[in-house]
T-cell receptor, first 116, second 109 residues
Framework: EAQVTQNPRYLITVTGKKLTVTCSQN?????MSWYRQDPGLGLRQIYY???????DKGDVPEGYKVSRKEKRNFPLILESPSPNQTSLYFC???????????????FGPGTRLTVL | AQRVTQPEKLLSVFKGAPVELKCNYS??????LFWYVQYSRQRLQLLLR??SRESIKGFTADLNKGETSFHLKKPFAQEEDSAMYYC???????????FGEGTQLTVNP
């Protein structure tokens, strides 16, 4: 089944304790992205990647890191989490983006992170 | 920079009533517009895109470049339409999606 998976789905941690949220897709997609979803703010893009070893900042990259060593994986790293990073995080992937192409973004199930 | 605005955070209608979810955008180029839906406890999924000009689950949306709007409409709402709806814009270069704040639609019986 074609899908985007994220782990863990739920995480409670404390300020300053490094964590990684994994994202994996099995559709051979070039493009992957991380968003955070907050009430009243919608989805905001954190980082995206156009292909292996090609990552770029989104709208709210501060406090986050990503890597794209393999095409299928795009982990999100919080080196020193803070309470304002408490949020619902979504990973998404699509085939190489381009207008007019059938490159729908597929979303993962979400990871709910609480930083105490 | 591109921006997407959904002026209504909450929208409540009765079953069988028409529904319109508003979306306005600002972008200097020629955008591609989408509507995504998130049902309770589920992941976001694409509902429709303006270039397809299709009707999905009875919903339609027309891109109005003059008014820079992409409102989502359905003539007769159903209870199963209750969900969070996000309007999104993809820029000309075709890389990033910019989302609006979302509208929580509730269809009452």
């Amino acid at each position: 089944e074609a899908q985007v998976t994220q782990n863990p789905r739920y995480l409670i941690t404390v300020t300053g304790k490094k964590l990684t949220v994994t994202c994996s897709q099995n559709m051979n997609h070039e493009y992957m992205s991380w968003y955070r979803q907050d009430p009243g703010l919608g989805l905001r893009q954190i980082y995206y990647s156009m292909n292996v070893e090609a990552t770029d900042k989104g709208d709210v990259p501060e406090g986050y890191k990503v890597s794209r060593k393999e095409k299928r994986n795009f982990p999100l790293i919080l080196e020193s989490p803070s309470p304002n990073q408490t949020s619902l995080y979504f990973c998404a992937s699509s085939s190489y983006p381009g207008q007019g192409m059938n490159n729908e973004q597929f979303f993962g199930p979400g990871t709910r992170l609480t930083v105490l | 920079a591109q921006r997407v605005t959904q002026p209504e955070k909450l929208l409540s209608v009765f079953k069988g009533a028409p529904v319109e979810l508003k979306c306005n955008y600002s972008y200097s180029g020629s955008p591609e517009l989408f509507w995504y839906v998130q049902y309770s406890r589920q992941r976001l999924q694409l509902l429709l895109r303006h270039i397809s000009r299709e009707s999905i689950k009875g919903f339609t949306a027309d891109l109005n470049k003059g008014e820079t709007s992409f409102h989502l409409k359905k003539p007769f709402a159903q209870e199963e339409d209750s969900a969070m709806y996000y309007c999104a814009l993809r820029e000309t270069s075709g890389s990033r999606l910019t989302f609006g704040e979302g509208t929580q639609l509730t269809v009452n019986p």
